[in-house]
């Protein structure tokens, strides 16, 4: 029994699974073809007293023609069905292949097979005449028809196929719409909760310890930011600056002692521009991380960050920690440079590992917003984190 389930899996449709229905399918062309001989080989107006190669021949030939269409077809409308330039010339590509192979093929079944000719009378008529007046003789068009008939069942198997794909990849994406919005339904509350907290410490530390008070009050500045303003492809450059910049602050009041921090901000922002969301983050966060967070020592971080015209430039510079592991790298770069790679294809990215620090240095050319964000102050840069609530 046929597990349509499996042909649907691309997980398990692969390896030794893949090759047997292939050769299910070829096998099932094989049978078509010699249903078709079957009135001329058992029921023939006189009898035929032909060796078994003779009667093997035509079916040889007609099932390997119908092979090739189907495996070109299916390839030619896989990857150019959009395409009808390339689609056009394809279908020219693809009378001349089939040409090609039945009229040799046609040649080897009567001399090599002994069968003076076929029941269409292809065989005489590819015979007598030769390859490139056959090509697009009209006689040649009746002939080819017999055997482009006949691809058109593998193809309808294979359309069917599909189609039943097509059902299970929507059933099995409206289940992981349903997963991720109960998901998301279940996230709106871990949030919230995490809010109300946050929003006890605040209260407490308000009046006894100030700094505390700022440093929750800039998480939540950032959380609120994460989660509820970064939704959209973009978000308004200077507020991904802005939790930047929250970031930075938070690093610096946590390795104060032992950190050595300059950072450099645009000012003003243009409100219009906009950029992708964490996409700078990344970088300035493997700074703190690998030269700051590995080392007891003291250390530097350098953050510039420039705007020129719609043209941003992030640049950073980070000691390298005596005698540490080579620890640069890592999935969160491999992610981020997948990301500039779709999103900013023009980007220009460049890493130099020096003996006593690590440089990066990053240019991407920025869009603006259609939509107007609310004014921004001229030389005002920060934009303070929402009140709890």
Same mark, same amino acid.
């Given at each position: 029994?046929?597990?349509?389930?499996?042909?649907?899996?691309?997980?398990?449709?692969?390896?030794?699974?893949?090759?047997? *229905?292939?050769?299910?399918?070829?096998?099932?062309?094989?049978?078509?073809?010699?249903?078709?001989?079957?009135?001329?080989?058992?029921?023939?107006?006189?009898?035929?007293?032909?060796?078994?190669?003779?009667?093997?021949?035509?079916?040889?030939?007609?099932?390997?023609?119908?092979?090739?269409?189907?495996?070109?077809?299916?390839?030619?409308?896989?990857?150019?069905?959009? +395409?009808?330039?390339?689609?056009?010339?394809? =279908?020219?590509?693809?009378?001349?292949?089939?040409?090609?192979?039945?009229?040799?093929?046609?040649?080897?079944?009567?001399?090599?097979?002994?069968?003076?000719?076929?029941?269409?009378?292809?065989?005489?008529?590819?015979?007598?005449?030769?390859?490139? +007046?056959?090509?697009?003789?009209?006689?040649?068009?009746?002939?080819?028809?017999?055997?482009? $008939?006949?691809?058109?069942?593998?193809?309808?198997?294979?359309?069917?196929?599909?189609?039943?794909?097509? &059902?299970?990849?929507?059933?099995?994406?409206?289940?992981?719409?349903?997963?991720?919005?109960?998901?998301?339904?279940?996230?709106?509350?871990?949030?919230?909760?995490? /809010?109300?907290?946050?929003?006890?410490?605040?209260?407490?530390? $308000?009046?006894?310890?100030?700094?505390?008070?700022?440093?929750?009050?800039?998480?939540?500045? =950032? =959380?609120?930011?994460?989660?509820?303003?970064?939704?959209?492809?973009?978000?308004?450059?200077?507020?991904?600056?802005? *939790?930047?910049?929250?970031?930075?602050?938070? $690093?610096?009041?946590?390795?104060?002692?032992?950190?050595?921090?300059?950072?450099?901000?645009?000012?003003?922002?243009?409100?219009?521009?906009?950029?992708?969301?964490?996409?700078?983050?990344? /970088?300035?966060?493997?700074?703190?991380?690998?030269?700051?967070?590995?080392?007891? +020592?003291?250390?530097?971080?350098?953050?510039?960050?420039?705007?020129?015209? $719609?043209?941003?430039?992030?640049?950073?510079?980070?000691?390298?920690?005596?005698?540490?592991?080579?620890?640069?790298?890592?999935?969160?770069?491999?992610?981020?440079?997948?990301?500039?790679?779709?999103?900013?294809?023009?980007?220009?990215? &460049?890493?130099? %590992?020096?003996?006593?620090?690590?440089? =990066?240095?990053?240019?991407?050319?920025?869009?603006?917003?259609?939509?107007?964000?609310?004014?921004?102050?001229?030389?005002? *840069?920060?934009? +303070?984190? %929402?009140?709890?609530?």
């Amino acid at each position: 029994m046929i597990r349509l389930d499996i042909v649907a899996d691309n997980t398990k449709y692969h390896g030794w699974t893949r090759v047997g *229905f292939h050769a299910l399918l070829i096998s099932g062309i094989l049978l078509l073809i010699f249903s078709a001989y079957i009135p001329w080989f058992l029921y023939p107006s006189a009898p035929l007293d032909y060796p078994f190669k003779t009667y093997a021949g035509p079916i040889i030939r007609d099932a390997f023609c119908v092979v090739v269409q189907y495996y070109f077809l299916v390839f030619l409308f896989t990857h150019y069905a959009r +395409k009808p330039w390339f689609l056009v010339i394809g =279908m020219g590509v693809y009378y001349f292949i089939l040409f090609t192979c039945y009229y040799y093929t046609s040649y080897l079944v009567k001399h090599y097979c002994g069968l003076p000719d076929d029941y269409t009378g292809s065989i005489s008529h590819f015979d007598r005449t030769p390859y490139w +007046k056959a090509l697009f003789h009209p006689a040649t068009f009746y002939h080819l028809m017999f055997i482009i $008939e006949r691809a058109f069942y593998p193809l309808a198997l294979k359309l069917l196929i599909e189609i039943y794909r097509r &059902q299970v990849r929507n059933a099995n994406l409206q289940q992981d719409y349903n997963r991720l919005e109960l998901d998301f339904l279940k996230s709106q509350i871990s949030p919230h909760f995490l /809010f109300n907290v946050l929003n006890s410490i605040y209260a407490l530390t $308000e009046e006894e310890s100030p700094r505390a008070a700022k440093i929750v009050q800039q998480l939540s500045g =950032m =959380m609120r930011y994460s989660l509820y303003e970064t939704a959209d492809v973009t978000v308004p450059l200077y507020k991904e600056l802005s *939790f930047i910049r929250n970031y930075v602050e938070l $690093e610096q009041l946590r390795t104060s002692k032992r950190l050595t921090l300059e950072t450099s901000y645009p000012n003003p922002v243009d409100e219009t521009l906009v950029i992708a969301p964490f996409v700078l983050i990344t /970088f300035i966060e493997n700074a703190f991380k690998h030269g700051v967070g590995s080392t007891t +020592k003291k250390s530097f971080v350098k953050i510039d960050l420039t705007l020129r015209d $719609e043209v941003f430039h992030l640049t950073i510079v980070n000691s390298k920690p005596v005698n540490g592991k080579k620890t640069v790298g890592g999935l969160g770069l491999v992610n981020v440079r997948k990301r500039l790679a779709a999103l900013y294809p023009d980007h220009q990215l &460049q890493v130099l %590992d020096d003996a006593q620090q690590y440089t =990066m240095k990053l240019a991407l050319t920025l869009s603006k917003s259609k939509i107007l964000t609310p004014t921004l102050k001229a030389g005002v *840069f920060e934009v +303070k984190a %929402d009140r709890i609530r």
